[in-house]
């Protein structure tokens, strides 16, 4: 009698979904709502540009907005709009480009397929913040022996963890087919 697999598609996708909610959680704490008519944050619990201690000396909670990508490139361009727009149409087609493989990929879980989720969560939770707010919310600042880290938020985090997760799977040993 033969088995079939049960797909976990399902199960991937509401790790990105969890993903998604808990950077969405975490930014609308943080900042509070945006009005696109003022451009304008209200209701939050950190002022733009103010942060809570946490760890002193080593982690703080703060409320910055990033204009660019990962630490802050593109962030002081003479076309920020431009910058906007083509960070928001690369991580749309990433976010489908991954949704495809996880597709092919989502019978079973896997090291890859986890990855996966988490970087599709973090690259669709970034994307809503680059298409509603015109830069992305970051949240989490880090002091490691007086080096500043650059500020980053939970779809970051997932972004990097994910990739992380790839590389490693990259240096393990691959099975043999019909192993």
């Known amino acids: 009698m033969k088995f079939s697999i049960p797909r976990r598609l399902p199960w991937l996708l509401l790790i990105s979904a969890l993903v998604i909610a808990a950077d969405r959680l975490t930014k609308t704490w943080v900042g509070g709502h945006f009005n696109r008519l003022t451009k304008t944050w209200s209701g939050g619990h950190i002022p733009l540009g103010g942060a809570i201690p946490v760890v002193p000396h080593f982690l703080r909670i703060s409320h910055w ?27 749309s087609c990433l976010a489908i480009v991954v949704l495809i493989v996880l597709i092919r990929l989502g019978k079973s879980f896997s090291l890859i397929t986890v990855a996966l989720a988490l970087v599709l969560g973090g690259a669709l939770g970034n994307l809503h913040d680059r298409i509603l707010y015109g830069s992305v ?11 500043h880290w650059p500020d980053f938020n939970i779809a970051d985090s997932s972004i990097v963890t994910g990739a992380c997760l790839l590389m490693l799977d990259s240096l393990l040993p691959q099975k043999k087919a019909g192993s």
Do not use: K, Q
């Open 137 to 147: 919310v970051d949240l989490i600042e880090v002091h490691i022996f007086g080096y």
């Open 65 to 91: 907005l990033n204009d660019g990508m990962a630490f802050s490139l593109f962030a002081d361009s003479a076309s920020p709009n431009t910058v906007r727009w083509c960070l928001a149409a690369f991580a």
